[in-house]
């Protein structure tokens, strides 16, 4: 198959776009594009300070590049969990995250959780009898605080992430078998900042998995190949695989199925129970009045202190 815009063999074939390309064109569609959703969304801007949390894998380190080669003034964000699954899994991704800093001549934040709070996460989640023996609730709890912590205290406008399509039609899925609406009303491509909370943003949202390895290889970004080893069995894999099957059957079904939720969302499904006395920016997922947590500042609607701190506190 040839490229659409030149006669060279297309590297990949994106049956949802009908559009074939090159080894030349494809990295600078994806460039464009995503540069095309950072306007449309109004993720940020050139003036403003972005980080970019990576995770040493593809999608986000990738964005990286691309906001580095859109001239954006981005900085990383690595946070060390600590986890080894028999893969030295945590060290890996640093390395990697470290070398593509270093070979771009780019800043590289590290937050080692075990050397700030004293134990790995898979530890916290031990002592703290969190997640029913798998770390991940914890994980998930911890990279939210953390990332929003070295945003707000690095005096960034905004911070990013790597997810794909693939994510996020995956925790849509799994949010719309439940309707839980608390999740839905806040999932979009930007989540905008409230007191105590940075700007959060999503630039690679509308892509696919697969278009992010493309990319990747194309680009010769380095990175760990594994998953999680504690993601193994995980409900979010099992939804992927299932949209999998639909889109295998049904081209452009996944993003049709993301696209769709965010134009119904714009028409107005989604509102705040009194839009008159509240806004969203003020309720948090279960509805309930955000107040700011009295130990770190960070918006929660819990009665006292955060989930985070509360963690943190059990285990001294
Ligand atoms: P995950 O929750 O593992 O699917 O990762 C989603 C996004 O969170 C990634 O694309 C990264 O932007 C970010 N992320 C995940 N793990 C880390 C980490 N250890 N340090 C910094 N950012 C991370
Ligand atoms: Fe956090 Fe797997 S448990 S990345
Ligand atoms: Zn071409
Ligand atoms: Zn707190």
């Not at 001549?105 to 023996?133: F, S, W």
């Not at 905004?158 to 996020?168: I, S």
């Amino acid at each position: 198959m040839k490229c659409r815009k030149c006669t060279e063999k297309a590297v990949i074939n994106m049956r949802q776009h009908k559009l074939a390309l090159c080894k030349t064109h494809y990295p600078q569609w994806i460039i464009d594009q995503t540069q095309r959703f950072v306007e449309k969304y109004l993720m940020f801007t050139p003036q403003e300070r972005v980080l970019v949390a990576v995770s040493g894998g593809k999608d986000s380190l990738s964005l990286w590049d691309i906001l580095w080669q859109l001239g954006y003034q981005v900085d990383g964000l690595y946070i060390g969990l600590g986890i080894d699954g028999g893969i030295g899994y945590s060290d890996e991704s640093q390395r990697l995250s470290e070398q593509f800093a270093h070979d771009r001549d780019l800043r590289l934040n590290i937050v080692d959780v075990e050397g700030e709070y004293g134990r790995t996460v898979p530890e916290l989640a031990q002592k703290t009898h969190r997640g029913k023996g798998k770390p991940c609730s914890v994980c998930g709890l911890s990279k939210r605080h953390i990332m929003n912590q070295a945003a707000v205290q690095g005096g960034y406008d905004v911070l990013v992430t790597g997810h794909n399509l693939d994510d996020e039609a995956a925790v849509l899925f799994g949010n719309a078998l439940n309707w839980i609406t608390g999740y839905m009303l806040r999932q979009g491509p930007v989540l905008d900042a409230r007191a105590g909370m940075v700007r959060k943003a999503k630039p690679l949202c509308r892509f696919y998995e697969r278009e992010m390895a493309a990319y990747a290889l194309v680009r010769g970004i380095d990175y760990i190949y594994d998953e999680c080893p504690h993601a193994v069995g995980s409900k979010t894999i099992y939804y992927k695989e299932l949209l999998n099957r639909l889109e295998a059957d049904r081209p452009g079904a996944k993003q049709s199925f993301y696209l769709s939720f965010l134009q119904a969302k714009e028409n107005g499904l989604f509102r705040t129970p009194d839009p008159e006395q509240v806004s969203s920016q003020e309720i948090g997922v279960d509805g309930k009045l955000l107040h700011p947590c009295p130990t770190c500042g960070q918006p929660t609607t819990t009665g006292g202190e955060c989930a985070f701190c509360r963690m943190v506190a059990d285990i001294r």
